[in-house]
Each structure stands twice: as C-alpha cells, then as structure tokens.
C-alpha cells in the first residue's frame, strides 16, 4: 500500500534557529512530492514542489530536498520565525492517477 | 481572485440531522475535490470532479454522503443524516490540470463540522 510517514509528529523549537522534517515514502512510481504548510484554521498551502528528477527545491527559507533511491524527502527551515508555526504536510502523487497521498503532517510551534 | 471559498465555517448539528457544505472553486479550474481532515486520519480524498461530472467517489465513507456539481462554480456535499463520527473539517480545493507540475490544489478555509 502507498503510504506516506512524517517524522517528528510534533517539534518545537525557538525562534532564528534552523529545522528539519523528514518525509519517508512507498509510493512508486510518483509524478511529483509536495510539502504543504497548514496554519490553525486554514487550508493547506503548498511550499515546494519536485519530480522525481529534481533534488532540491527552494522557497525563501524553505529548502526541500529529495533523494529518490532512499524514497526520503526533507524540508529544512531556516532562521525560523514565530508564523512559521504550523502544520507541515508531504503530499506524494503516485504516477498515472489523480489522487494524492497525504502524509499525516508535523506539528511545528516556534516559541520567541 | 478570492480563492476557494467555503460555507459554512463551522457548523454544529444534532446527529440525525442533514447538514450540506457548500463549495466555490477558483474560476477557470475544472477539478474540484472534496477533503475530510481529522487528528487521526489526517486528509482523505472523498470525491473529486473534473468539468462537473463526479470521477472518483471511492473515497466517501457511506451512502449517508452525496455530492454534486451543478455548475463549475458551485459543488455541495452532504451528509444525510449526520453521525458524531462524522465530525471533521471538510476541505474543498480546486485545480486546473492533475498531471505535471502545474496540478497544484488550492485549498479552501474549510468547514469544521461538530455532530452532537
């Protein structure tokens, strides 16, 4: 079964200091990986976006990276700030389908 | 462009009753999908529409569930009748393609419903 696994469920650190999430999935052949921020009481956002080609993607502070032999991907947060608060979720689209499969997010709080 | 918007925002019933969450995709998207998000389960795919017309429903949890598509700016989805365990945040997003990079879902704020 594609399955998508996030680690840590939940991570809090202090503001201006770096982070990274890790995504491990199953999911084979994909199309793209995403990573989605959700703020509390909002709809998911989407930060990056890769292929299955591609390694890394950048998005201000947010760095995603992606290596295909491991099926890993990682999003790295630098010099965080009190709204990078929120939840980060990786989104995999398996190839030739419409669906996506969610990963169940981390949790992350960036306390001053 | 207002984005995706979604009524209710919340929304709180008694079990039984029938409760309909109602959609407007970002004009000139053609794909409309309806979400349910919960602590446990994270999001789920319910059912998706391409250029009205309902493509997959494999996702809805039974037939107390029903959603349609009238128009291409405008989608319901409702539940008849309600259970507790149906409390969630249902999420409607729309895109303009599914394939490539370009298939990105824009997401709308959500209706949390609480079924007493």
């Known amino acids: 079964k594609n399955q998508v696994e996030q680690s840590p469920q939940s991570l809090i650190i202090l503001e201006g200091k770096n982070c990274t999430l890790q995504?491990?999935?199953?999911?084979?052949?994909?199309?793209?990986l995403r990573w989605y921020k959700q703020d509390t009481g909002r709809g998911p956002v989407s930060l990056t976006i890769m292929t299955f080609s591609e390694n890394t993607k950048s998005n201000g502070r947010y760095t995603a990276t992606l290596d295909a032999d491991t099926k890993q991907s990682s999003l790295h947060i630098t010099a965080s700030q009190l709204s990078d608060s929120a939840s980060y979720i990786c989104v995999v689209r398996p190839l030739n389908t419409d669906k996506l499969i969610f990963g169940t997010g981390t949790r992350l709080q960036v306390f001053p | 462009d207002a984005g995706v918007i979604q009524s209710p925002r919340h929304e709180v019933t008694e079990m039984g009753q029938e409760v309909t969450l109602r959609c407007k995709p970002i004009s000139g998207h053609d794909y409309l999908f309806w979400y349910r998000q919960t602590m446990m389960r994270g999001l789920e795919l319910l059912i998706y529409?391409?250029?009205?017309?309902?493509?997959?429903d494999s996702g809805m949890p039974e037939d107390r569930f029903s959603a349609k598509m009238p128009n291409a700016s405008f989608s319901t989805l409702k539940i008849q009748p309600s259970e507790p365990r149906d409390s969630a945040v249902y999420f409607c997003?729309?895109?303009?393609?599914?394939?490539?990079?370009?298939?990105?879902?824009?997401f709308g704020p959500g209706t949390r419903l609480t079924v007493l």
């Open positions: 997003a729309s895109s303009y393609r599914t394939s490539g990079v370009g298939d990105t879902q824009y």
């Open positions: 529409f391409n250029n009205n017309v309902p493509i997959d």
């Open positions: 995504c491990n999935y199953t999911v084979s052949p994909f199309s793209n």
